[in-house]
């Protein structure tokens, strides 16, 4: 199974893009929507694929978010590890044509605790601007270990994943990327 977990809250903006790309190849994706009032939860219904889960904190806390999220993969698992999560937030995408690369294959062919890193295109203002950070962990292979490993509690810019512990592989894909659809009216 492919799982893409996220977390959102009003995100009408760009949820159609991202569901929309996300269905092509995730075979479930579970979103912890907080509280949103922008018509999110009409636009989550258009996507059979879509779980919902409410995230109830009256506060911003994308750790306890993630933990929503992890938790209810977790409970549809039910001990399967033969399954792959991805964390991306709703305004982010995979590079096109990304299932006819060899990074996809390697993530597809992983094992449990396999751990994937790659960059994240964050693109800005009038789209003709972005930057490419260092690799970021996006994605991995689920394990028994996985659901004790290490997770940090921090309010903003905290891992997405927990890290299996131990884990077996951390792998950079290099030319492989999540792009950022960031508002372009900067």
């Given at each position: 199974?492919?799982?893409?977990?996220?977390?959102?809250?009003?995100?009408?903006?760009?949820?159609?893009?991202?569901?929309?790309?996300?269905?092509?190849?995730?075979?479930?994706?579970?979103?912890?929507?907080?509280?949103?009032?922008?018509?999110?939860?009409?636009?989550?219904?258009?996507?059979?694929?879509?779980?919902?889960?409410?995230?109830?904190?009256?506060?911003?806390?994308?750790?306890?978010?993630?933990?929503?999220?992890?938790?209810?993969?977790?409970?549809?698992?039910?001990?399967?590890?033969?399954?792959?999560?991805?964390?991306?937030?709703?305004?982010?995408?995979?590079?096109?044509?990304?299932?006819?690369?060899?990074?996809?294959?390697?993530?597809?062919?992983?094992?449990?605790?396999?751990?994937?890193?790659?960059?994240?295109?964050?693109?800005?203002?009038?789209?003709?601007?972005?930057?490419?950070?260092?690799?970021?962990?996006?994605?991995?292979?689920?394990?028994?270990?996985?659901?004790?490993?290490?997770?940090?509690?921090?309010?903003?810019?905290?891992?997405?994943?927990?890290?299996?512990?131990?884990?077996?592989?951390?792998?950079?894909?290099?030319?492989?990327?999540s792009i950022h659809l960031g508002p372009l009216n900067i």
């Amino acid at each position: 199974l492919l799982i893409v977990v996220t977390i959102a809250r009003n995100e009408a903006w760009v949820l159609d893009a991202f569901l929309s790309a996300a269905s092509l190849w995730a075979d479930i994706i579970i979103i912890a929507d907080q509280m949103s009032t922008d018509g999110s939860r009409d636009i989550y219904k258009c996507y059979p694929k879509v779980h919902v889960i409410d995230n109830n904190m009256p506060n911003m806390h994308q750790a306890a978010a993630r933990r929503l999220v992890l938790a209810e993969a977790k409970r549809i698992l039910n001990g399967n590890t033969d399954a792959i999560l991805f964390a991306l937030d709703a305004d982010e995408v995979l590079e096109g044509d990304f299932m006819h690369s060899d990074a996809w294959k390697k993530i597809l062919n992983s094992k449990p605790n396999d751990c994937f890193e790659w960059s994240w295109m964050n693109l800005s203002g009038n789209a003709k601007r972005y930057s490419v950070p260092a690799p970021y962990y996006w994605a991995v292979h689920v394990s028994k270990q996985l659901w004790d490993g290490l997770f940090p509690d921090s309010n903003i810019h905290e891992w997405r994943l927990p890290f299996p512990s131990p884990y077996d592989n951390e792998i950079v894909l290099n030319h492989f990327y999540s792009i950022h659809l960031g508002p372009l009216n900067i």
